[in-house]
């Protein structure tokens, strides 16, 4: 599964996300982990059937969006 991260993780940062992710999917899963700051911060999974945001980036994103609607 692709991770992009905002920023690079240590060895036990990835292991633990690895071992939640598979706790929660039940089953076990590989990672495959980039970097990419343009994010700020958190992380986004690409999920074969769903990407999952949760990074500062998608927050900015969403209260941009808000505000246009409002204008």
Known sequence: MPVRAAQAL?????GLLK???AE??????EIALTTDPSLIAGL???????VVRNHFRAD???I???LLRHD
């Open 60 to 62: 900015l994103d969403r």
């Open 44 to 50: 986004e999974l690409d999920a074969p059937h769903a």
């Open 24 to 29: 929660v999917l039940g089953r076990e899963i």
């Open 64 to 66: 941009r969006q808000e």
């Open 10 to 14: 240590s060895p036990e940062e990835a």
């Open 19 to 21: 071992s939640r992710l």
